[in-house]
């Protein structure tokens, strides 16, 4: 318990700038929060604090220390909230991306009910289609849909993402329907011109491998969008998530094609900064999400050939 208070006190200390304010603020002694903080040092063997008449400022072992001490004591309090009455009580603000589209369909429509769970807790959505740098941009969490580059960050699978090859029954009406995937060379395609996306081409299995087609064009975007709209009209085909298609799949105004071919699906994911301790908010987010795409009523299991016939 001394510990403890050693550290609660230095902490109180560090964030008021004076053993006075500190004192003040428990309602105790100024030499009784001296003599925790020089228990503290002698404890730890270093300087954590420089005090002068006129103000304290912090050692670079106490800089070090604050940043860890702060962080052990939220844990303690998150870890106290969320066994008390009432459950986890989380509050602060989330900074959320997400890439367009997905994030207009399936994580816009979630925002409310997460905050209407949680009222102490703030939330901005930022959706965008480039790959935004996490920590260098402020943003607590990103939805990422498909395979994700090598880094530092921290996944978190939510749901499986299958791609889909689509044409309208105009446009298969008109050009025929591809038998395998090197038929689409003498198609016409909707390609996806962002920097962000589908960098690697469209993914079939053949052969038991994966292959990467690179189809040329007529016509790309950038918007995912433009091209779902684009297909509808019977332009072409395209690429497209089972997520964006699925309706016009059902409703018979889009048809999936080379289905024998489709590559294995790849994935949903909540990605964040690499830390050992994560803000309550957060982690009740990412298990919010985990907890909306893992039930089975939410993602409609995909027709069959015939229904897509």
Known sequence: MDR????????????????????AAEGIAPAVIGRRIDALEERLGVRLLVRTTRRISLTNEGSAFLEDAQRVLADLANAEAGVSAGGAQASGHLRITAPAGFGRRHVAPLVPRFVDLHPEVSLSLN??????????????????VGDLPDSSLISVRLAENRRLCVASPAYLARRGRPQQPED?????????????????GWIFRLDDRTTHLRPSSRLDCSDGQVLHAWCLEGLGLAWRSWWEV???????????????????????????????????????????LKAAYGDPGYWQPPPSPRDGA
Do not use: M
């Not at 689409?184 to 690697?200: F, G, K, P, V, Y």
């Open 4 to 23: 403890f208070r050693q550290i609660e006190t230095f902490v109180a200390v560090a964030n008021k700038g004076s053993l006075t304010a500190a004192a």
């Open 246 to 288: 699925e309706a016009d799949l059902r409703a018979g105004r889009l048809v999936s094609v080379l289905d024998d071919y489709a590559a294995p699906p790849n994935g949903i994911y909540a990605v964040f900064a690499q830390r050992k301790h994560l803000p309550l908010r957060l982690r009740l987010w990412i298990d919010f």
């Open 127 to 144: 959706l965008s289609d480039r790959l935004v740098d996490l920590v260098n941009e402020g943003f607590d969490c990103a939805v990422r």
């Open 184 to 200: 689409i060379i003498r198609h016409d395609c909707l390609t996806l011109s962002s920097e962000a996306s589908q960098t690697r």
